[in-house]
């Protein structure tokens, strides 16, 4: 199954100085080692321009919404504005996106609107591949005697079984949820040919987007979704959370809100005061990557052009690195590795990897390669059903390395040879 998004990916080769240049952070040093920011998946770095909207907010429009005075207006124009920028990225109307805290809360929150829509016996479907926060939000329906129902994977290559997701759709489904990406080993899913099945059997699509979304462009409009939810903070911008959803679907369900507040789109999903500072940086986190992308192709026109631009260059980028990675890591004594690893498939794959290596305790890897100044991360980064399925969770789960579009060929080889090292202890 591929991603035509992703098949096209030919592009100047990423600049990938200028592109390290607008991360300051990526100047750290840990025991006078220069840092190797390889936790991308758990949250990515931020570019300048990001940094300097969020101070720029405080300078020029802290105030709260839709006052009859200055800073409230230029506050306004900001929301709108990151907004606007958030419907480029996502290929939708600007009325389509929400902000919300983080992409957990936005889904508890969906899920608890949905929810009042549905009745004993509806079923939903969710998968083993997914994070936690894709699963526990709809599982929370079972209160209501919704019947919840899991995907599997076929665990040589940790690709959801599309036989299985078939026979778990049935006339009963009302929604579907599946991840466009694996936060844990990477697959990216079929998800359009996944909602289409949805529909045909009359379910919504929900996608939690928050993996793919620094690694690919999205485009909700071709998808068809009826949900996708994403998190700046993965794709270097702040820490927030946003959600995509069609207008009809924004408007069919009724979400718990204060009386006061209007009902209008996309207002009624916003509860309460938004983190506004944090909205700044989330329109500077996509005009940071149009910025890119006219770097990388200075006849792309509009915005979404420009990102098309910028993902086709970053996704270049992260393959090559990937595959050196890849590569590297399959003869290192007793390493396991998780998911796809042949190179013709990496269209099915992002560049996150998971490993173990031998008995090792991942916590000891990454404190070895954290010592070395190298950032990876251990655990289950609470993509539970997967890290049990494949039988590691109470072994400490697995190692994650996360490459992204600042990380460099020189800090793949930093880590191979630490691992190198440390297999050979
Ligand atoms: C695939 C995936 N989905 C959902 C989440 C949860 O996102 P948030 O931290 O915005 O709630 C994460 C966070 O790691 C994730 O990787």
Known sequence: MSTPALQEATSKPLDSAWVRAQFPSLRLQVNGQPAAFLDGPAGTQVPRQVMDAIQNYFLTGNANTCGAFASS??????????????????????????????????????????????????????????HDANV????????????????????????????????????????????????????????????????DAGAMMFIDAVHYAPHGPIDVTSLDCDFLACSPYKFFGPHMGTLYGKRERLLQFQPYKVRPATDALPDRWETGTQ???????????????????????????????ALLAAYRATRQHETALLGRLVEGLLPIPKLRFFGIHDPKRF????????IRIGDHNPTEIAKFLGDRGIFTWDGNYYALNLSERLGVERQGGFLRIGLVHYNTAEEVDRLLSALREFAGK
């Open 136 to 199: 526990a939000p709809w599982r929370a329906l079972e209160e209501k005697d919704v019947v919840i129902r899991q995907v599997d994977i076929r665990e040589a290559d940790c690709t959801l079984d599309l036989d299985d997701l078939k026979r778990k759709i049935t006339s009963k489904t009302k929604l579907v949820a599946v991840g466009y990406a694996s936060n844990a080993v990477g697959t990216i899913n079929p998800v359009a040919e996944i909602t289409k099945l949805a529909h």
């Open 73 to 130: 207006r230029v506050n306004d124009a900001m929301i709108a504005g990151a907004r606007a920028a958030m419907a480029d990225f996502l290929h939708c109307d600007k009325d389509e996106v929400v902000f919300g805290q983080n992409m957990t809360t936005i889904t508890f929150a969906l899920s608890r609107a949905i929810g009042r829509e549905l009745q004993a016996g509806d079923e939903i479907v969710v998968t083993t591949l997914d």
């Open 347 to 354: 269209d099915e794959r992002c560049s996150t990897i998971s």
């Open 275 to 305: 983190v506004q500072e944090l909205i700044a940086g989330i329109g500077a986190a996509v005009d940071y990557l149009a910025e890119l992308g006219r770097r990388q192709d200075p006849s792309a026109g509009s915005r979404r052009s």
